[in-house]
C-alpha cells in the first residue's frame, strides 16, 4: 500500500512534488484557529493502520510546533501504524553549545521535543557545526537527504569553467562533493562570525582560477551576509560576480536585495518555498522515503 504524505499548511507544494515521484497518497488535514487564537485541527483521511510521513519544513518552527505535534498525535489517536516528519529544512540546529553563561541549548531541547511527538524523522543537509550527526541529538531514528548531487549537476549543466567556493571551512566537504559532482575544481574561505550579521572572510590563493566563474554554496542563508562578504571578497580578487547557490532559502527581511546587489544571480534547492528556488530536492527525498531504510540510513547512491 502506498505511503501517505500529509503536508501541513504552506507544505503543499513540496508534498505534491513528493507525490509526482512515488508510489505516495496524498492526505489532508485542516488547521484553523478558534476566536482566541488556539489550534483546532482535524484529519480528512482514514489513517486506520496506514503510515504517514508528515511534510513540514521547521523554518520559523516556534510557528508550526505545535500545529504538528497536535496533528501527530491526532494521527496516531486515529490508528496510523507510523508518524514520519520530513522537515526539508530543520529548524534549532545553530545553537548547539552554550556560548554565553546561562544560554539554553536549544537544539538539544527542540530534539527532545521534536523526538516525543513523532517516530522518525527525515530531513535535508541540516545544519551541522560543533555535531557531527544528526543521531548525536535526536534520539528517534533520522535519515539525512543531501543536496548535493542535484546542486552537482545543476551547476555542471548551466555554467561554463565553474569554480565551487565555500564561505567557511565547516563547508569543506560539502563544496568537495559539488565540486566532483560538477567536474569542477573548489576552493572555501575562513569565516570569523562577530555578530548576527557580521562576518569577516579569508581567501586562499585562488590565483589559479582567475578565469572561473565563481559558484559560492552555502548551506543557508539567513542574514545574507555570509554571501555577501563572500561575494565582496570574490569582486576584491577580480572575480566576475558569482552565481549564489544555497540549499535552505531563509533570507530574512532585506537579505535577498542584499545579496542581489553584489552576485550575477541566486538560486535555491526547494526545501523551503521562495523566489530563488531553481533546484528540485523532491526526487532525491522521494528515494529516501520510499526505500524505506533503518535508522541512521542514508538515502540510496545517487
Ligand atoms: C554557517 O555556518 C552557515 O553555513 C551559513 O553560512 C550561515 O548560517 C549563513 O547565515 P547568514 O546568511 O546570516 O550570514
Request: charged residues 20%.
Amino acid at each position: 500500500m502506498s505511503r501517505l504524505l500529509l503536508p501541513l499548511p504552506g507544505n503543499e507544494a513540496f508534498a505534491n512534488a513528493l507525490a509526482a515521484e512515488g508510489d505516495f497518497a496524498l492526505a489532508a488535514a485542516a488547521v484553523r484557529r478558534f476566536p482566541d487564537g488556539e489550534l483546532l485541527v482535524r484529519i480528512d483521511t482514514d489513517v486506520a493502520g496506514r503510515a504517514v510521513d508528515l511534510v513540514c519544513a521547521l523554518a520559523n518552527a516556534d510557528a508550526h510546533f505545535l500545529t504538528l505535534a497536535f496533528v501527530a498525535d491526532a494521527l496516531r489517536d486515529l490508528g496510523a501504524s507510523e508518524v514520519r516528519l520530513l522537515a526539508p529544512y530543520l529548524g534549532y540546529m545553530r545553537q548547539d553549545a552554550r556560548f554565553h553563561p546561562g544560554e539554553a541549548i536549544t537544539s538539544r531541547t527542540f530534539a527532545r521535543l521534536l523526538g516525543s511527538v513523532v517516530d522518525r524523522l527525515v530531513t535535508v543537509d541540516p545544519h551541522l557545526h560543533r555535531i557531527a550527526a544528526l543521531s548525536d541529538l535526536y534520539r528517534i531514528p533520522c535519515q539525512v537527504v543531501h543536496a548535493g548531487p542535484a546542486i552537482g549537476r545543476w551547476v555542471r549543466d548551466r555554467i561554463a569553467a565553474p569554480l565551487i567556493v565555500g564561505p567557511d571551512s565547516e563547508s569543506e566537504p560539502w563544496a568537495a562533493g559539488i565540486a566532483a559532482a560538477a567536474g569542477a575544481p573548489y576552493a572555501v574561505f575562513d569565516k570569523v562570525r562577530f555578530g548576527d550579521r557580521e562576518v569577516r572572510l579569508t581567501a586562499p590563493d585562488l590565483a589559479a582560477f582567475a578565469r572561473r566563474q565563481p559558484v559560492l554554496v552555502d548551506d543557508i542563508a539567513s542574514s545574507g551576509r555570509t554571501l555577501v562578504a563572500a561575494c565582496q571578497t570574490l569582486q576584491a580578487l577580480g572575480f566576475a560576480p558569482p552565481v549564489c547557490v544555497v540549499v535552505h532559502a531563509i533570507f530574512v527581511g532585506d537579505a535577498l536585495d542584499r545579496v542581489r546587489a553584489v552576485c550575477a544571480r541566486v538560486v535555491s534547492t526547494d526545501t523551503l518555498p521562495h523566489v530563488t528556488n531553481a533546484i528540485s530536492v523532491a526526487p532525491l527525498v522521494a528515494r529516501a522515503l520510499l526505500a524505506e531504510a533503518g535508522p541512521g540510513a542514508g538515502p540510496r547512491p545517487d
